[in-house]
Each structure stands twice: as structure tokens, then as C-alpha cells.
Nanobody, 121 residues
Framework: QVQLVESGGGLAQAGDSLRLTCAAT????????MGWFRQTPGKERERVSG????????DYSDSVKGRFTISRDVAKNTLYLQMNALKPEDPAVYYC??????????????WGQGTQVTVSS
């Protein structure tokens, strides 16, 4: 089993930066893919960014492209999201999720508890 713990959220002003961290712990697992999601009440959950752990390939939503950067530390099983030039539209609960090589559904099999990001204008 895998446990995901997000950290780094908090309060920032528009234009500032934050870095989110997601630490994965457990026994005998291999990460295939990890992603960052965000959700605000009344809106659908949005995948902000994702990264393939093997080669570091990434994707981004149009809303954050050019401002956010996803990265990972394979040795530490840790995921990062560098958020620059924060906008008032970015506040949300940000969730980390992973797909391990043992996933029975070939989809995300573990989720973190979320970390709140608040942006003041």
C-alpha cells in the first residue's frame, strides 16, 4: 500500500510562488505516473499536471501552462509542483495522486488528503 502526503500549501498573494510537495511512502511499490489535481466547491476536479516517473515526460492543463512546473525525485518517491505567478483563479484544494505499476484498474490507485492553496488578490 502507498500513502501520499501533500504539503506546501498556504496563503499567497497574486504573483507570488508556492511549491507543493507530495511524499509517497509504503512497501514494495513502483510509481508509473503521478499527477496534481485541484478542486473548488462547485467546480469539477481538474488535473493540473502529470508526470511519467520513468522518463520525466509531463503534461499541463492550459490554465497553468507556462506558470507551473511539475517534477519528481525518483529516488525519494516524491512529487513537486512549482507554482509561479499565482492568479486569483488558482485557489483550490490540491490533491496528489499516483498510479503504481500494481494498479488493477490501470488508473490512479492512491490519493492524498489534499492541501489548501489560497491566493489573495
Amino acid at each position: 500500500q502507498v500513502q501520499l502526503v501533500e504539503s506546501g500549501g498556504g496563503l499567497a498573494q497574486a504573483g507570488d510562488s508556492l511549491r507543493l510537495t507530495c511524499a509517497a511512502t509504503g512497501r514494495t511499490f513502483t510509481i508509473y505516473f503521478m499527477g496534481w489535481f485541484r478542486q473548488t466547491p462547485g467546480k469539477e476536479r481538474e488535473r493540473v499536471s502529470g508526470i511519467w516517473f520513468s522518463d520525466g515526460s509531463t503534461d499541463y492543463s492550459d490554465s497553468v501552462k507556462g506558470r507551473f512546473t511539475i517534477s519528481r525525485d525518483v529516488a525519494k518517491n516524491t512529487l513537486y509542483l512549482q507554482m509561479n505567478a499565482l492568479k486569483p483563479e488558482d485557489p483550490a484544494v490540491y490533491y496528489c495522486a499516483t498510479q503504481t505499476t500494481a494498479s488493477m484498474s490501470n488508473d490512479y490507485d492512491y490519493w492524498g488528503q489534499g492541501t489548501q492553496v489560497t491566493v489573495s488578490s
